[in-house]
């Protein structure tokens, strides 16, 4: 244990700034924080102790402690006291950048605050994708392929070929909605694995599911319209949606997937959902689930927006055709990606929508972006049309599986009294829910100080859960490391503490 220097610079402006004064001290904090002047495992003084210290009401440091612990900057371990975070929000430590930009802190600082928080948030996010942060994987890495399985060799050769092939045509570009061969090829194989049904025309290629989200938001949403999405849920889709300005009805889960939005949301103008396998809990939705929200959407005149993100890796049980296949009133927009399937940086996905849609979706992404890369499209044509993409995704499907299978063996046999281990259907993760009333958080730390990667369940969760418990990655790692990360999380979770915060 560390302890705090005699002295940690903090400024804080006059009452009755704009700014209140709980907010300067957190940022003050922040600051010394990613700056090192406070550096992890450091134990601060008790909140009495820190506001005589520097003259401030308690309630005041208590604010600003509580929003950082929130923020993961801090952690309170009960009895002992309130320490910098062994392992910061996605690697803050290392935005070594902003630094070099030979700003004043204060100008940053300033310039900060005028930005709509919810923005802020997301650029921070964004800091754990700065190279140096993306460390190599390790147990139980979530949300990521096996990139080292990745045919980078036959990726190389099928996209020297078609540039040396390039024609004019490709250089100059294509239609916004995608390289008419891709979206036939795309038609042809949601056809055949996922029961779409669309004209090639339907399909827009995008940058990610991720701008499908954003391009849902535009195509369907005006500011302030209520959105449905589950709780717990995917975190990137709930801040696009409230960084538009929606207003976000969380809707709880079964085992069947997500409830049916109850009478309050009949309002509602759009339902997310991603009912192929549950991000986060892992679940499939059931086909009446699915009828039922079909039903629910026709009668109330919502979209739902189905992402199917990961859903070519199916292990277990039949697949269950898409939501956009079973619908027959044109309710449903259907997002699915490569970043799983091949790799993240390819930045490529697709989004199709009901044909009434698709020359409001034309205009909406022309102005956005022209167009997604068509050289990538093309190489992501051939690759499929030539038979790449199906043999990878068989290669990989048997990979995964294994990999599961030892997750699963070894998670009951290290871990089986303390935790409940949901059935695992499709997808790269699963997720595990304590027995115990024990606190994520504090475990993710802990297993982050023994080099073993998780994500607690309430990290998406817009309510306190009933148990917390934990994302686990199965894809990105192989057997023996799978084995190393469970051993290391057994003493972990056997000596977590309880949570301190009463739950519902
Ligand atoms: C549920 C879910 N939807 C969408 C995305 C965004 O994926 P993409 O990389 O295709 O933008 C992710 C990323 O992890 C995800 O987990």
Redesign the pocket.
């Known amino acids: 244990m560390k302890a705090a220097p005699a002295e940690i610079a903090i400024a804080i402006r006059p009452r009755g700034a704009a700014n209140p004064t709980y907010r300067q001290l957190y940022t003050a904090l922040r600051a010394a924080i990613l700056e090192g002047r406070l550096r992890p495992g450091v134990k601060l003084p008790s909140t009495r102790d820190f506001a005589r210290r520097y003259t401030l009401a308690r309630g005041t440091v208590v604010t600003a402690f509580e929003q950082l612990k929130a923020e993961g900057y801090l952690a309170g371990r009960v009895g002992s006291g309130t320490y910098v975070s062994e392992v910061l929000p996605d690697g803050l430590l290392e935005a070594g950048p902003v630094a070099r930009t030979g700003q004043s802190q204060q100008s940053r600082q300033s310039r900060d605050e005028t930005r709509p928080r919810k923005l802020s948030d997301v650029a921070r996010r964004a800091q754990a994708f700065a190279p140096s942060t993306v460390a190599a994987a390790r147990a139980f890495r979530a949300?990521q392929p096996a990139l080292d399985l990745f045919p980078t060799t036959l990726w190389a050769q099928v996209a020297a070929r078609r540039l040396r092939r390039a024609s004019a045509a490709l250089l100059k570009g294509c239609p916004p909605l995608g390289h008419p061969p891709l979206q036939r090829a795309l038609a042809d194989y949601l056809g055949a694995s996922r029961g779409v049904t669309c004209e090639p025309e339907q399909i827009a290629v995008v940058?990610?599911?991720?701008?499908a989200?954003d391009l849902v938001i535009r195509l369907v949403l005006n500011t302030g319209d209520r959105v449905c999405m589950e709780d717990p849920g995917?975190v990137?889709?709930a801040r696009a949606f409230a960084a538009f300005g929606a207003s976000l009805s969380r809707v709880a889960l079964d085992s069947e997937g997500m409830r049916v939005p109850d009478a309050r949301d009949q309002e509602a103008r759009l339902a997310y959902v991603?009912p192929a396998h549950q991000?986060p809990m892992g679940m499939t939705m059931s086909l009446p689930r699915r009828l039922a929200l079909l039903d629910w959407a026709h009668r109330s005149g919502a979209m739902i927006l189905e992402?199917d993100?990961?859903s070519e890796f199916r292990f277990t049980g039949r697949p269950v055709p898409a939501l956009q296949g079973l619908d027959r009133h044109g309710c449903v927009l259907f997002?699915g990606?490569?970043?799983?399937v091949l790799f993240?940086s390819l930045?490529l996905?697709y989004l199709v929508v009901p044909s009434d849609l698709v020359d409001r979706l034309q205009a909406i992404k022309s102005l956005a972006s022209r167009q997604a890369p068509v050289m990538d499209q093309a190489v992501l044509c051939d690759f499929i049309v030539e038979g790449h993409f199906g043999r990878h995704i068989r290669r990989m499907r048997q990979v995964y599986a294994e990999r599961l299978a030892v997750l699963l063996r070894t998670a009951r046999d290290h871990l089986g009294a303390l935790v409940e281990i949901s059935p695992v259907e499709a997808g790269l993760q699963t997720s595990l829910t304590f027995r115990r009333d024990i606190d994520g958080v504090a475990v993710t730390d802990e297993a982050a100080r023994c080099g073993i990667e998780v994500i607690p369940l309430s990290r998406y969760a817009s309510r306190p859960l009933r148990r917390d418990g934990l994302l686990l990655g199965f894809a990105a790692v192989d057997a023996p490391e799978i084995r190393r990360g469970m051993r290391g999380l057994a003493p972990i979770l056997k000596h977590a503490r309880r949570r301190t915060v009463s739950r519902t």
């Open positions: 949300n940058s990610g599911a991720q701008e989200i995917y990137g889709a991603t991000f992402d993100y990961d997002a990606s490569f970043s799983k993240p930045r996905g």
